[in-house]
């Protein structure tokens, strides 16, 4: 059971990555939109308070801030990556990087230290991202693309170590309502900026009605992915579940395949020749490493 649980929950997660990417490049042209919508959306954490959210002190409120803050950063950067980028490519390489910095991040915050086999891992990881990042791509602005990936990487890694550590210290429900609270905290400092606020509080009323249905199925699939992911933990090894996180980007790839020969436009993905072989490679190469990190 577990195993089909994660099988569904790794899916719905590449369905997710999917239907983020068509919304950014077709529907919604400022990712700070996006984000905004997200975090608001994550507000429905809240619906926990009763069951066990508290005042916390100023210590583990400014970590929870930065905690939030780094979040928020993360998806802006992931966006603004997939904007300009192939989905195929942009999410294997966050996918890689992050949990690098996470160790990196770990090893100054949380004390942990990397076993030689973690070490061969993050090898292997980079080996893989390296990969799927070379030869050319269909995004004008290449190096762009892979400084935003890049920058999205470290802030996910931030935000999973520093997210661990208020977990340790706070009850679930306490940490994560505080984190719901803060990552919308740090969607409101995308207010600052003048045409973040004009594209935000002045939606086309038809991209309203275009994007919304879509926006709501992708982070249905979201939710529902964290959902199952999370319950497949609770019945068997977080280890073994997290080593099926390669899964995802097999999944993203095989979508992505069915969707280039249904609608080439949509997604604008490189999917023919040596290009194809080199992102299978890389995906094998990025699933093994995580497989081996855990």
């Known amino acids: 059971m577990w195993l089909i649980i994660s099988v569904l929950g790794y ?108 070490i061969v891992a993050l090898v292997i990881i980079i080996l893989g991202t390296i990969l799927i990042s070379s030869g050319r791509a269909t995004q004008k602005n290449p190096i762009k693309a892979y400084v935003f990936s890049f920058i999205s ?4 890694g931030l935000y999973y170590t520093l997210t661990k550590y208020l977990f340790d210290n706070l009850s679930f429900i306490n940490g994560f309502v505080w984190l719901r609270l803060t990552t919308f905290v740090g969607a409101l400092l995308l207010l600052v900026k003048v045409q973040n606020r004009q594209d935000i509080f002045h939606q086309n009323k038809e991209t309203i009605t275009q994007s919304g249905p879509l926006f709501l199925f992708g982070q249905a699939a979201g ?26 980007y097999a999944f993203l790839l095989v979508l992505i395949l069915i969707l280039f020969k249904w609608r080439p436009s949509l997604l604008q993905e490189k999917m023919r020749g040596w290009v194809l072989v080199q992102k299978i490679a890389a995906i094998i190469l990025i699933g093994l490493g995580l497989f081996l990190l855990v």
């Open 11 to 118: 899916f719905l997660n590449a369905v997710a990555a999917i239907t983020d990417k068509i919304l950014i490049s077709k529907k919604i042209p400022n990712p700070a939109v996006y984000v905004f919508f997200i975090s608001l959306l994550g507000l429905v954490g809240l619906v926990l308070a009763p069951w066990g959210f508290s005042w916390i002190s100023w210590f583990y409120l400014g970590i929870a801030l930065i905690a939030g803050v780094a979040f928020t950063g993360a998806l802006l950067h992931l966006f603004k990556a997939l904007k300009i980028a192939e989905s195929s490519r942009v999410t294997p390489f966050i996918g890689g990087f992050s949990p690098i910095f996470v160790f990196i991040f770990s090893f100054f915050i949380l004390g942990e230290r990397l076993s030689f086999k973690q």
């Open 153 to 156: 990487a470290l802030l996910f």
């Open 223 to 248: 939710a529902f992915s964290f959902l199952l992911i999370n319950y497949a933990i609770s019945l068997t090894s977080v280890t073994v579940v997290n080593a099926l996180q390669g899964l995802q």
